[in-house]
């Protein structure tokens, strides 16, 4: 079983930066996307952003400009950097994975435990 370690979150004030990391281990595939999503209470869980295997990022307007993912194939890890960080980004963030060709067809199956991020203003 794939499994998703998340560390990096904490407590900053607006216009700070965090960055988060997502430690993977136990891959049966070599080709994985990973990404990075985020919950706040009553809401759904929003994809924030998302890597593929050859590198190709995409991300969810509200953070583009700001956020950067980014991996480390040797290690297994992904990163977010968050810059210019709002309170609206305030939220539990998980890292998920799973082999593309699956992912395609009904997101990841494979999810961290989560890292909060709170932002003040």
């Known amino acids: 079983q794939v499994q998703l370690v998340e560390s990096g979150g904490g407590s900053v004030q607006a216009g700070g930066s965090l960055r988060l990391s997502c430690a993977a281990s136990?891959?049966?595939?070599?080709?994985?996307?990973m990404g990075w999503f985020r919950q706040v209470p009553g809401k759904a869980r929003e994809g924030v952003a998302a890597i593929d295997s050859d590198g190709s990022t995409s991300y969810v307007d509200s953070v583009k400009g700001r956020f950067t993912i980014s991996q480390d194939n040797a290690k297994n890890t992904l990163y977010l950097q968050m810059n210019s960080l709002k309170p609206d980004d305030t939220a539990m963030y998980y890292c998920a994975a799973d082999e593309c060709d699956v992912w395609y067809v009904g997101g990841p199956n494979y999810w961290g435990q989560g890292t909060q991020v709170t932002v003040s203003s």
């Open positions: 136990g891959y049966t595939y070599s080709s994985y996307c």
